[in-house]
């Protein structure tokens, strides 16, 4: 405890805005703090860092809906790399961050300026960056993050992962009880790097805990804290609902300089806006929220102006339709990871095409797949000593019947590019609803290799036709695509959580029934051809399921805390305030307060 008090007593926030790096230039001052926050442009949104999921091809689309004048309005986080990885081996530095052609093979100079940039952190199209590492040793992480400092904004110690092969590796959020050690991280990048250092958390049992810790964080020398409103705990079918009442706590006891971001239950577009305003945090980080709609982070177009890439319905409800996104998708990875023209594509179909357009785009598709065939099919010769004459002028019929000797030839070596592994588990999340209706396509991508563009080329004509296909259906059926009653008022009540939201009570009423599970379901659903976000079962759910099993612990906590409640209904403590989810729950005699907070949140 000693030691701990001694880091939280460490030097001020004005102290360490003015400390300078043993290796920064005079002449370039490092920002910290609010400082450094604003130089970036003050950005609201920020798109996590997720472990092979927000790679360099990810975050581009994600910025591809952000109109120009608000580049600089989302921030944006690599995917978690492994520090002492990153450092020891130069194939594993190639393979999980390219800002350059010529690849990472000794530690670049800050101040130079190279001029083969290439991907990650270019500074012309991927900022504003930052990049995450894990770790548990101050030297490591020192040595891996000056690989990165000449092509980030700054960079960020992950203490939030609460998998368990951050358990296994002691990184990540087990990293929480251990201050002294956090406190080292941190303040080893903060004296020793030319750009500032960040750190994403987990809250801890209490607030006031949670707030010590926020401290450790601060004083150590972080720029920014992340702060997600979940414990270690929460995850898989746990997850349950970040605690936003535990930010809006730290926001009003930390200093009024600290630069805060919120981190979790933003399923979509308006759930930024709420989380701001309720949490105080200077900026809202979502995950995967934006892995199910990479447009969560945009202002939807205004009314008559959605064009072919937007579908809004009768009541106002709208998003990205899956088709769109899809094409955007394999644009950038065409433009900017193959480096190869983009195919020839007819405009995407909306109802009201006339029927001769509709025929002519459908004459013409298989002249389309034919052209990225060819596009592709010249990209692997390039990559390989195969005849381009044959590949490119051979008939289909010479190809598909080519010898399996030819075929080996002509074979793509495995690719090591993480923009292009991480495509086929990007486009699952994507089409999650599309795929549970149009098995075909499930299985199409299911056997798309990362290698292969052709085959997403075909999973993305698949996809197009059954758009189509949805779009005419619902013009004809609108009814069918109503949304069912979920639950009945019973069933609602027991699904429910219970929340004090500390106003009158319409405003408490209002807000409870904006917040609860089925609400949000109701809130987030569209038709199946539109980008969406996927709402978790509820944890009673997944128990009644078998999915979900309580510890020994657990149910030893559960049974103490009914006998507790037993014994204030007994005395007539509880009285007319025991909730209607409590009431339900009476039966078995067991509260389920103290369960996973029960909603059905991302992120």
């Not at 609460?162 to 201050?179: M, S, V």
């Amino acid at each position: 405890m000693a030691t701990t008090l001694g880091i939280v007593n460490g030097p001020s926030r004005l102290e360490r805005a003015e400390e300078c790096p043993s290796q920064q230039s005079a002449a370039r001052r490092k920002l910290t703090g609010r400082a450094f926050y604003e130089s970036l442009g003050s950005p609201k949104m920020i798109l996590a860092p997720m472990v092979d999921q927000s790679e360099f091809a990810w975050r581009m689309l994600t910025r591809s809906f952000m109109p120009p004048e608000s580049s600089r309005a989302l921030l944006a986080y690599t995917p978690m790399i492994h520090s002492r990885l990153f450092s020891e081996t130069v194939k594993f530095r190639n393979h999980n961050f390219q800002p350059t052609r010529s690849g990472l093979s000794s530690t670049p100079d800050p101040a130079a300026a190279d001029s083969d940039v290439y991907l990650d952190g270019n500074p012309a199209i991927d900022r504003p960056l930052f990049v995450q590492f894990c770790a548990n040793n101050p030297e490591e992480l020192l040595e891996a993050a000056k690989y990165v400092q000449p092509y980030c904004d700054a960079v960020d110690l992950n203490l939030g992962c609460p998998q368990g092969i951050a358990r296994k590796g002691h990184y990540g959020a087990f990293l929480q009880e251990d201050w002294k050690l956090i406190y080292e991280l941190i303040n080893k990048l903060h004296t020793n790097l030319n750009v500032p250092v960040t750190a994403k958390i987990r809250i801890l049992e209490t607030r006031e805990k949670t707030l010590e810790y926020a401290k450790v964080v601060l004083s150590a020398g972080a720029s920014v804290i992340t702060v997600h409103g979940r414990q270690r705990d929460q995850k898989g079918h746990k997850t349950g609902l970040a605690d936003w009442s535990v930010l809006r706590y730290l926001r009003e006891n930390l200093p009024a300089d600290t630069v805060m971001f919120a981190n979790g239950n933003i399923l979509q577009h308006e759930d930024i806006e709420k989380c701001l305003r309720e949490t105080g945090a200077d900026g809202v980080m979502s995950a995967e929220g934006n892995l199910n709609d990479p447009a969560i982070f945009a202002e939807a177009p205004p009314v008559g102006s959605e064009g072919r890439e937007y579908w809004r319905g009768p009541a106002g409800k709208g998003g990205y339709r899956m088709d769109a996104v899809f094409r955007r998708y394999m644009d950038i990875i065409y433009k900017y990871v193959l480096e190869i023209p983009l195919p020839q594509r007819n405009p995407l179909f909306v109802p009201s095409d006339s029927l001769a357009e509709a025929a002519s785009q459908s004459n013409n598709k298989m002249k389309e797949d034919a052209e990225g065939q060819r596009l592709v099919k010249r990209q692997k010769c390039d990559d390989t000593d195969c005849d381009p004459g044959a590949s490119l002028n051979g008939s289909a019929a010479e190809n598909q019947h080519a010898t399996r000797g030819d075929k080996q030839k002509r074979k793509q070596p495995r690719t090591t590019s993480p923009n292009l592994l991480s495509m086929q588990a990007h486009l699952f999340r994507l089409l999650r609803p599309l795929v549970a209706q149009h098995t075909n396509i499930r299985d199409a991508l299911a056997r798309s290799r990362a290698e292969d563009i052709a085959a997403f080329e075909h999973v993305l004509s698949l996809v197009e036709t059954v758009v189509k296909e949805g779009l005419l259906e619902y013009e004809s059926n609108p009814a069918k695509y109503e949304e069912p009653v979920l639950a009945e008022p019973t069933q609602l009540s027991a699904m429910e959580p219970q929340q004090s939201t500390g106003g009158d009570d319409d405003k408490g009423t209002k807000d409870h029934e904006e917040s609860s599970p089925l609400a949000k379901v109701r809130a987030c659903k569209r038709p199946w051809w539109v980008c969406q976000p996927y709402v978790r079962p509820l944890p009673v759910e997944a128990l009644q399921k078998g999915s979900l099993t309580l510890s020994s612990k657990e149910k030893r906590k559960l049974e103490m805390e009914a006998v507790s409640q037993r014994e204030e209904e007994r005395l007539g403590k509880s009285g007319e305030g025991i909730s209607a989810r409590e009431k339900i729950n009476e039966d078995d005699g067991m509260s389920r307060a103290e369960m996973p907070k029960q909603n059905m949140v991302c992120g």
